[in-house]
């Protein structure tokens, strides 16, 4: 049993409760979460196969990538274990004007209730970073080959091993001894833990150094076509980013400036998120 796990097999509360607060649901449309957002599209519209394919969206949330999908034609299943998310996803779906989630129900990324061969494309954003356990991670990744038919996709997320020593210092968290101490842990072996239960400095989770997320996508058996960095050096623009997000030509400037270096690998750990794109073949 992974360490993400309650004694009963559910997700940890640490997780559970921090979720269960609902700050995923417009997370990605506020601050620096937006540059997020955008390049997670453009990457998703980069590889994954055009509508209506069928997307499993595991551990997607309240839905916000799901419901952009369904907008442009496709046929997408969302999976996470929060109870919450599952509501806001389905609430969402039924809203008016709102395009409908084919399903969305509360599961486990590591035992998926879809058959084998079932979808084109399976999403996991997020069960990588929460299942501290390499086993469960692997496990996870291999249930998501299992019903994947042969050619399909997956765009995987992890967490850079960087990030929060990068945080600590670009907003002064890093002056607290116990965020410091969270510090040396993540780049000690990439276990993230918020004892206080601060809320600015996350919940359990692991985060991937950037060799290692890829490393175990290809030991699961997926065939690796890129590994990017999602946000990049954008990230770290905390004070001046509503100013060139809320200006078009600022904002393509720095979309522009991600993109150039999104593969460079001595910079894959700059921004917090990585996403490895990989094909069952």
Not at 35 to 42: C, S
Not at 185 to 191: A, E, F, I, V
Not at 239 to 250: G, H, I, P, Q, Y
């Amino acid at each position: 049993m992974g360490e993400e796990q309650d004694a009963d097999g559910s997700i940890v509360p640490d997780i559970l409760s921090h979720y269960a607060e609902g700050v995923e649901r417009d997370r990605l449309f506020q601050g620096r979460s937006q540059l997020e957002r955008v390049r997670t599209q453009e990457l998703l519209v980069r590889h994954l196969p055009p509508p209506p394919a069928i997307v499993l969206d595991v551990g997607g949330g309240p839905g916000v990538y799901a419901h952009w999908l369904t907008a442009q034609g496709y046929e997408v299943h969302l999976v996470d274990p929060v109870p919450l998310h599952v509501e806001q996803a389905a609430a969402t779906g039924s809203a008016a004007g709102a395009h409908p989630l084919a399903s969305a129900h509360v599961g486990d990324a590591r035992s998926l209730e879809r058959p084998a061969t079932s979808v084109d494309a399976v999403l996991l954003m997020g069960p990588l970073y929460h299942l501290t356990a390499r086993d469960d991670r692997l496990q996870a990744l291999r249930e998501a080959r299992r019903v994947v038919r042969p050619g399909g996709w997956l765009c995987a997320v992890g967490i850079s091993r960087f990030t929060s020593l990068l945080d600590g210092i670009a907003s002064g968290y890093l002056a607290d001894p116990t965020f410091a101490r969270i510090v040396e842990q993540d780049l000690r072996d990439g276990q993230h833990r918020n004892p206080d239960h601060h809320p600015g400095y996350f919940t359990t989770a692991f985060f991937h150094h950037p060799d290692a997320l890829p490393a175990e996508v290809r030991e699961a058996g997926w065939a690796i076509v890129e590994t990017v960095g999602i946000e990049g050096p954008g990230w770290w623009l905390p004070k001046e980013f509503a100013d060139w997000w809320d200006d078009a030509d600022r904002r393509e400037r720095l979309l522009a400036a991600v993109r150039t270096v999104e593969r460079e690998p001595a910079l894959l750990g700059l921004g917090p998120h990585l996403m490895v794109v990989a094909r069952n073949t």
